[in-house]
């Protein structure tokens, strides 16, 4: 398989944490979907930092495995380059699909916009499911974020809002939607603030290079803003990489909170659409 050396990795993070590095390794901040029409969170990531509990552990990456070849070694750190513009060292953190298959126990109804019930669920999926935005059900329907405060919804618990979904044809959303009412994409979609970068907006991560792609390939550090979030305020990204399993998994390769890298215009990742 394809992957850096860990002499590699060491000068990537070497890299990354400049002294404007967010020292904030831990625990993911909870996301929230916004409408287009939502006015931003006026919590900033260094109150955010601050509010969590200093007892949180430091999540540490394992050592990836060794390069065959000092070849290999000097292509991957070239590929990590980038042609592209500079925006500055950004927080990181993941977003998930939760799916209603894992979860069990005690029951609870999601509504629509209309307070329409939608399914009866487990209240721990509906608790997963409205911080997440989105998710699938048991009868393989895909459910999205419509809007907060719903009278007829249970409260999310890491939120205190009330929040209503909508049911999406699977086909076309088998993944979720994102706040520009697209699909979105697990390891290409990032949620944004959009003051900072616009949605549409093509991305390069030197950080995920390189990185194995659960079900096959690797990652070659391109994402695009397709996405928003009531918690991912300035100079954060919130990485959207589907399964549960695939957030474990690449939390692993690079922490929550590590402080990445991030640029605009790089010929490889394509021209943004707006």
Known sequence: MFYRSATTVALLLTTACLPACFETRGSAWMREPLLPDDPPSSESPAHAAAARS?????????PRPTLASADDDAQVAASARSTGRLLGIFHNTYYSFPDEAEYSGEKTTIFDARCKPIASV???FHDRLCVQGSGRLADHRTVSFAKRGCDCA???PRSS???CYEALDPARFPWGR????APITPFRTIAVDTSVIPLGTHVFIPAFVGIPIPGGGIHDGCFV???RG????????????????ATAAWNQQVGTGTGLEVYVEDQRCGASTR
């Open 54 to 62: 200093p007892s949180t552990p430091a999540a540490t990456p394992p």
């Open 122 to 124: 487990p209240k721990a």
């Open 154 to 156: 249970a409260v999310c």
């Open 161 to 163: 809002q009330k929040i």
């Open 178 to 181: 994102g706040a520009t009412g």
């Open 225 to 227: 803003a397709q996405d």
């Open 230 to 245: 009531l918690k991912v305020v300035g100079q954060s990204i919130d990485v959207y990489t589907g399964s549960e399993s």
